[in-house]
């Protein structure tokens, strides 16, 4: 069982940063993939960025590549999402995700058995 715990959520004016952290209940690198997705009011959980652990690699949303960055601390336990330039469009649920075997395309939240509450992003004008 991997429990997960989201936070760093909150509000921010278009342009600002945030990061997000992911605190997992055991070594994050137990985990073959790990990974963040966001939902907006009324549209389906999308995939925003994931981390395979073994090899480091990493990928990105189109609409977030270039903006933000996954990564993980082995040491704490801890994944996490920076945020930079962050547009009206990044308002959302974050939540981060996990898997200890691979189970299809990274951005699928069908390949993800273990998920955190969630946290909230807000981008304002």
């Known amino acids: 069982q991997v429990q997960l715990v989201e936070s760093g959520g909150g509000s921010v004016q278009a342009g600002g940063s945030l990061r997000l952290s992911c605190a997992a209940s055991?070594?994050?690198?137990?985990?073959?993939?790990m990974g963040w997705f966001r939902q907006a009011p009324g549209k389906e959980r999308e995939g925003v960025a994931v981390?395979?652990?073994?090899?480091?690699?990493?990928y990105y949303a189109a609409s977030v590549k270039g903006r933000f960055t996954i990564s993980g601390d082995n040491a704490n336990n801890t994944l996490y999402l920076q945020m930079n330039s962050l547009k009206l469009e990044d308002t959302a649920m974050y939540y981060c995700?996990?898997?200890?075997?691979?189970?299809?395309?990274?951005?699928?939240?069908?390949?993800?058995?273990?998920w955190g509450q969630g946290t909230q992003v807000t981008v304002s004008s």
């Open positions: 995700a996990a898997d200890r075997a691979y189970r299809g395309s990274w951005y699928l939240p069908a390949s993800f058995g273990y």
């Open positions: 055991g070594n994050i690198y137990s985990n073959v993939v």
């Open positions: 981390l395979y652990t073994t090899g480091g690699t990493t």
